[in-house]
T-cell receptor
């Protein structure tokens, strides 16, 4: 079983739609969680950290469910510029490998 | 505002050739990483360096060596390239010791081994 699993998609949604991605992680000792965004043929960049209480940044909301070991990302009012691959990332504190990446979920927002 | 700089951006090698991928960061970060990214596989850690003078294997170290030359620079060497090493390679850096640390990536090196 992969340590961090994501639905690869692709998700094709119209502009203005709400879309949600989920990610599950296998190590219950994992301590910190992130969503990174990767545009086509570019490097990953941090989108937002995910905190236990959940957090929101404009149209983006991230949630963490430790009991079920999953993380979610909700995008409201999708824009064409949201088209990218979204990577779920877990930091297993105490693991010398630090960040572990999911394989990503591809999103295309259609006009 | 350079951040993490990788060279080269593109490279084509013949099987058996060697090459070194260079990476430098100007953010005074302690930790540096080398990842490879293959379709459907996500980013996989090859090697990392928690601090200057230390290096450790990641998930997929076979066929690679690394050198942490100083705090700024972390190079990745392919001694005898194989077609299975065709991939996109990313160097990254982060602060150590903070569990909410953000990793900053270079622009990537697209390597093809023929």
């Amino acid at each position: 079983r992969k340590e961090v699993e994501q639905d690869p998609g692709p998700f094709n949604v119209p502009e203005g739609a709400t879309v949600a991605f989920n990610c599950t992680y296998s190590n219950s000792a994992s301590q910190s969680f992130f969503w990174y965004r990767q545009d086509c043929r570019k490097e990953p960049k941090l989108l937002m950290s995910v905190y236990s209480s959940g957090n929101e940044d404009g149209r983006f909301t991230a949630q963490l469910n430790r009991a079920s070991q999953y993380i979610s990302l909700l995008i409201r009012d999708s824009k064409l510029s949201d088209s990218a691959t979204y990577l779920c990332v877990v930091n297993m504190l105490g693991s010398a490998r630090q960040l572990t990446f999911g394989s990503g979920t591809q999103l295309t927002v259609l006009p | 505002n350079a951040g993490v700089t990788q060279t080269p951006k593109f490279q084509v090698l013949k099987t058996g050739q060697s090459m070194t991928l260079q990476c430098a960061q100007d953010m005074n970060h302690n930790s540096m990483y080398w990842y490879r990214q293959d379709p459907g596989m996500g980013l996989r850690l090859i090697y990392y360096s928690a601090s200057e003078g230390t290096t450790d294997k990641g998930e997929v170290p076979n066929g690679y060596n690394v050198s942490r030359l100083n705090k700024r620079e972390f190079s990745l060497r392919l001694e005898s390239a194989a077609p299975s090493q065709t991939s996109v390679y990313f160097c990254a850096s982060s602060e150590a010791g903070d569990q909410n640390t953000e990793a900053f990536f270079g622009q990537g090196t697209r390597l093809t081994v023929v």
